[in-house]
């Protein structure tokens, strides 16, 4: 193996680097220091607002979203590996059974200890 096949992604890696520092510099001095009041109060259609904005919030709305989190990352890990089920070996099937099951194993703690019960 050549050193050389990896040279566009390790430029590409350093561009962005560099782009990304550039552009966080670039507004960090261009941003306004001190921000109108009626721009940071809240808005609500236009009226003032009845109450404050910043009610606090169940913490089964963060559970449910980790949740989804959690499976959307496992499809991500699925999707390509049923793809090339073909290759697949049975390390690499056994190691996704492994990932299912502690997965499952997961949604069933949740599922017992009522993080998927909303009361």
Same mark, same amino acid.
């Given at each position: 193996?050549?050193?050389? %096949?990896? @040279?566009?992604?390790?430029?590409?890696? /350093?561009?962005? @680097?560099?782009?990304?520092?550039?552009?966080?510099?670039? #507004?960090?001095?261009?941003?306004?220091?001190?921000?109108?009041?009626?721009?940071?109060?809240? $808005? %609500?259609?236009?009226?003032?607002?009845?109450?404050?904005?910043?009610?606090?919030?169940?913490?089964?709305?963060?559970? *449910?979203? *980790? /949740?989804?989190?959690?499976?959307? *990352? %496992? *499809?991500?890990?699925?999707?390509?590996?049923?793809?090339?089920?073909?290759?697949?070996?049975?390390?690499?099937?056994?190691?996704? /059974?492994?990932?299912? #099951?502690?997965?499952?194993?997961?949604?069933? $703690? %949740?599922?017992?200890?009522?993080?998927?019960?909303?009361?």
């Amino acid at each position: 193996m050549n050193n050389t %096949e990896y @040279t566009p992604i390790l430029a590409t890696l /350093l561009i962005r @680097t560099l782009l990304r520092r550039i552009l966080v510099i670039i #507004t960090h001095h261009t941003r306004k220091r001190k921000p109108d009041p009626e721009k940071i109060s809240t $808005y %609500e259609c236009g009226f003032d607002p009845f109450e404050s904005a910043r009610l606090p919030f169940s913490i089964k709305f963060f559970l *449910i979203g *980790i /949740l989804f989190m959690l499976f959307d *990352i %496992e *499809i991500s890990f699925i999707f390509p590996w049923c793809l090339s089920i073909k290759n697949n070996n049975i390390n690499r099937i056994i190691n996704m /059974l492994l990932f299912l #099951t502690i997965l499952t194993w997961g949604f069933i $703690y %949740e599922w017992i200890s009522g993080g998927l019960n909303w009361e």
